[in-house]
């Protein structure tokens, strides 16, 4: 059976800790049952907010939350990645929700595929608003992903950058 204990989400943040309520939320009722860390660059109100979630109830999975307020959000990633101990890791936005099926999916794609460093699904967007006491969202959409299979390193790098495709969702071995 795939579980998520092999897997440490990877999650920077500013002053949006409505984002990080919602997001540690979601993840604990898709029963996600390894890490997360919040690299935190809050001031200290937000960042006192996170922490007062965190510290409100027992959570399926741990969270590490990180002050990071002095770093910007590449140093802040990289913070967070000296606490990396699983074999695969993801870094998500705080305003990003991925499905677990799609988690364990890539997981378990991985696992079979000693090969490959990392993979990822597809990407839908939606933009949802509120008036009138009414929840509106727009049609979703799906937008392009990265994808690539060069075995030369070089020859990576070459491709990412000719195809500007998103690898913020991918999952990566460690």
């Known amino acids: 059976m795939i579980k998520y204990q092999e897997l440490t989400i990877i999650i920077p943040t500013k002053n949006r800790s409505a984002y990080i309520n919602s997001l540690i939320e979601y993840y604990n009722e ?104 009414k929840v509106n969202c727009s049609n979703p959409f799906f937008y392009r992903m990265g994808g690539c299979e060069e075995n030369d390193p070089i020859k990576r790098v070459i491709h990412y950058s000719k195809e500007k495709k998103n690898i913020q969702f991918a999952i990566f071995k460690t």
């Not at 919040?38 to 001031?43: F, G, L």
């Open 30 to 133: 898709i029963n996600f049952d390894s890490t997360m860390i919040i690299a935190d660059s809050s001031d200290e109100v937000n960042f006192q907010i996170i922490e007062d979630k965190i510290s409100s109830k027992v959570w399926k999975y741990k969270i590490t939350h990180l002050n990071t307020n002095i770093l910007d959000v590449s140093q802040s990633i990289l913070q967070a990645t000296n606490h990396l101990k699983t074999k695969y890791c993801l870094q998500i936005s705080d305003d990003d929700f991925l499905f677990d099926k799609g988690i364990l999916n890539s997981i378990k794609f991985l696992n079979q595929n000693p090969n490959y460093v990392g993979c990822q699904g597809r990407g839908i967007s939606a933009f949802f608003s509120y008036t009138d006491n």
